[in-house]
């Protein structure tokens, strides 16, 4: 590991706290280090107050920042003086220790302060840096891994076995840290959790952590665990998509809501997830207490969601206290899933829950090879992370998320989303929190947005090949699908039927209807197992109500789209799958109509542009984006008891009236 320092990048941060800002991030940039607001830093500076008094206030990292992309904003100055007092008391409660860093920070504005506050303002250097390194942890994470950090270390570091985060911890290193320190010492290492380093300038305090995490990583390679072993594992290549859905409900019912299923093909995930050994190493326990939230005390091998929940329930009962504050048990599905044939899946309220926790579990699994080819990987105990996992502190985490969005944890695919109504289905889509997957013949689909959930992907919807393909990495990559909105389509230049080519008729049929008796056939059997029923939304046309001249195959496929949603409202409500259409008029703000040819139909009229653009009963411009609010809206709570409905949105149409 090499230091990131550099003289010409830290010069322009002004200060102690600006070089405290620099830091952080160079710690920030490197995953193996922290990960996802993981880790933390502080600095102790001393200032004159508005009364002209002198005081150290404790810049400790605040929650909500990461350390990558932390500000001067992020840290939390506190009085420290108090917090040296407070780490004295023989007793403290959790929540009584929050309320005083809540209480003694001298900025009204500032971030709740890191839970290790206390921990870094007992360490008597100006600068504090702590990381949950993965290659300490790996080492610290095994059966002899005390005697092993005391040989790598000797007494460049204090050694401070596992506590809880929280008050308790900050006292028990205080106590070791006053025991053990001697003049070399540099560093803390606290078993089962992480390492500190500490110094006089930012660049000292940092230049120690990356010196403590190497010592660790060329003991790691001294004894051949270093260097992961190879993967060229290789996805099987028969399909999952059923399986995949049918996971993810099995997930959702026992989550009690729906849940993105995230699988991970790569080779490293396949190969850990084939290991001889997968039922013993996984199942010992997360790598750091901080990850116990997001991976669950350990991940599911297989895919028997109701032994896992039962198992979940037992380690619940064994070790929820019986006393007068009786825990609630948190839900009991899986966070990760180790299996054979998909490698590592992750599950999550969200897609970007889902991802995150990948990244965790990313970074778990090569913990757990390293430490298993030390000698055995060894984890904390079930109680040790069964009192982590029901911390006041992290309970508070999970409720304090306010109400999930409508349609959190669910998955929603759009046909023709590079532009127009399609796109903007994607953004209401997104808006109410599904995950969505555009597909478009236009490359651009790819590019749209860059977020983890939202997946592009470039698709002839006629193709019946490249269909189920997007279908399959659709649940691949989230899960299944619970929304479908059929939308791609074509609208061909005015052709009255006497000159009417059956090539042009062949074609605006194969993409405005076959196409979706494709998708809508390939897309059932995902449908039907949506947690909260499947949902299609149509896009229909005011040509179906009423048709115009020379529009006779536009008008002819999006009648018989109609009539085929209505069959489907048939066959499917057993399914508990709606299917409802919807009718929109005159949207100008697509891509086919440029200021040019709307302001020659407006001529053609004898109408202003605007004029042409109301030429309805309200006298109002119809949006792409009120299409696509009114399609969501059918997929939500508002139509759940409608199917087969027909609604126009045209401002009013005389002839549809
Ligand atoms: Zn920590």
Known sequence: MKSLWNDKEAAPFPGDLGLRVYTSRLLGRDNTLVLHGGGNTSVKIAEKNLLGEDETLLYVKGSGWDLEHIEAEGFSPIHIDRLLKLAKLKKLSD???MNELLTHRVRASAPTPSVEAILHAI?????????????????????DGLSRIREIYGDNVVVVPYVMPGFDLARRCAEQFAADVRKNTIGMVLMNHGIFSF?????????????????????LAKYKAWVLPEASEKPMEKPLRRELAGLRRELSVTAGFPVILAAHEDAASLAFARREDIATISQQGPATPDHVLRTKRVPMVGRDVKAYAEAYKKYFNEHAPKAKEPKTMLDPAPRVILDREFGVATVGRSAKDAAITYDIYAQTMEVIQRATALGGWQALSAKDIFDVEYWDLEQAKLVGGGRPPVFGGEVALVTGAASGIGKACVDSLLARGAAVVGLDINPAITGLYSRPDYLGLVSDVTDEKQLIEALEKTACTFGGLDMLILNA??????????????????????????ANLML?????????????????TVIGSKNVPAPGPGAAAYSAS????NQLARVAALEWGADNIRINSLHPNAVFDTGIWTEEVLQARAKHYGLTVEQYKKRNVLKVEVTSRDVAELAAEMCGPLFAKTTAAQVPVDGGNERVI
Not at 123 to 143: C, F, G, K, R, S
Not at 526 to 536: D, E, S, W
Request: glycine letters at 6%; proline letters at 7%.
């Open 123 to 143: 360490l008597p250097y100006q600068y504090v840096d702590h990381t949950h390194a993965d290659a300490v942890i790996a080492i610290t994470n095994t059966a």
């Open 520 to 536: 809508l056939r390939e897309a059932h059997p995902l449908l039907k197992l949506a947690p909260k029923g499947g949902r299609v």
């Open 95 to 97: 929540p009584q220790m």
């Open 558 to 561: 999006k009648a018989a789209l």
């Open 199 to 219: 110094g006089k300038t930012a660049q000292e305090s940092y230049e120690r952590m990356i010196d403590l995490v190497t010592w660790a990583e060329n003991y």
């Open 489 to 514: 389509g074509i609208f061909p230049p005015g052709c009255r039927i006497d000159s009417l080519t059956t090539m042009e008729w062949d074609k605006v049929m194969r993409l405005n209807l076959d």
